[in-house]
């Protein structure tokens, strides 16, 4: 799912496209795609974009009349930018967005549709779309600290809860995680100062170094890589290859359709953390420090 840098990649490159410009109609390929009905989505035709805004990991585009066209990506919906009238894609297009100077195209990924566009109007139904949590980015020392230790989660669920801390989603949280060298499976409420002041350094470091390297990446043109998987992460998406901090294998923990992945030595002291299905199918076998995992690696090659 696009997570906080993403979203504002697509922001600042929609902005340089659209702003100021009039939406000439709204293509729909898609019935299932826009969930509600009041405005019609006839009335955000010919209005003029005004202003773009990140909810979250929602894209909110501002038009005449406080009228707000809210996308939300979920795990497969990309954006893509075309030459003005272009088709929607056959077997992934959902919606196509014109403009005279080109059009905006939603596709999405996979049989399940699970994007969304509301059409929302004033600025009380727009914060109906916002979950809550607090801008990392903007937050300080003592917000943060107040957010992350409002309730007992650990530290994997509170930075991705859109309650707690808006944007941050499993792909960054892993890359947080590992730059503040905290295990994913703390809990809030029982962290020290310094590992609170180290966090929330962690999380304006990644996000904002993040946003930059993607914004180059894109330059003038259109940000067509939005994965969720980069070589040069650290952790995230790298179980098995060597973390770029201290050279020890990445492990992971994986749960429904999700994993985190981390480095023992660099955030668990050596320990190797339960995977709900693994360690329960070896049992005695599964290996519980890091110690034991490259004892096992020697014992193989030998």
């Given at each position: ?22 939406l000439q109609d709204i ?44 996308l939300h990506l979920m ?228």
């Amino acid at each position: 799912m696009p997570e906080l840098p993403d979203i504002t990649t697509y922001i600042h490159a929609l902005d340089r496209r659209i702003t100021g410009e009039v939406l000439q109609d709204i293509r729909l390929a898609s019935a299932f795609l826009l969930r509600t009905a009041t405005p019609p989505i006839a009335t955000a035709k010919c209005k003029r974009v005004r202003s773009l805004r990140r909810i979250g990991k929602r894209i909110a585009i501002g038009l005449d009349d406080d009228l707000w066209l809210v996308l939300h990506l979920m795990i497969a919906g990309r954006l893509h930018w075309h030459e003005p009238g272009a088709a929607i894609p056959g077997k992934r297009g959902q919606a196509a967005f014109d403009f005279s100077n080109g059009t905006l195209i939603l596709t999405e990924a996979g049989p399940r549709r699970r994007a969304s566009l509301h059409l929302v109007q004033g600025e009380a139904a727009l914060r109906a779309h916002d979950p809550g949590g607090i801008e990392p980015l903007e937050a300080d020392l003592p917000a943060f600290a107040a957010a992350l230790t409002g309730a007992t989660h650990t530290l994997k669920r509170a930075l991705t809860d859109p309650r707690i801390f808006s944007g941050i989603g499993n792909a960054y949280s892993d890359e947080i995680l590992h730059a503040a060298r905290l295990s994913p499976i703390a809990m809030t409420t029982s962290l020290a100062a310094d590992e609170i002041g180290r966090l929330h350094q962690a999380v304006q470091d990644t996000l904002r170094d993040w946003v930059a390297r993607l914004d180059a990446e894109a330059g003038d043109g259109f940000p067509e890589k939005v994965t969720a998987f980069r070589p040069d992460m650290a952790v995230h998406g790298r179980y098995g290859k060597p973390c770029p901090a201290c050279g020890a294998p990445v492990q992971r923990i994986r749960y429904a359709s999700n994993e985190t992945n981390y480095c023992p030595r660099c955030q668990t002291d050596g320990k190797i953390l339960a995977d709900r299905a693994l360690s329960r199918l070896l049992k005695k076998d599964w290996p519980r420090t890091l110690e034991e995992l490259e004892a096992r690696g020697r014992s193989r090659k030998d």
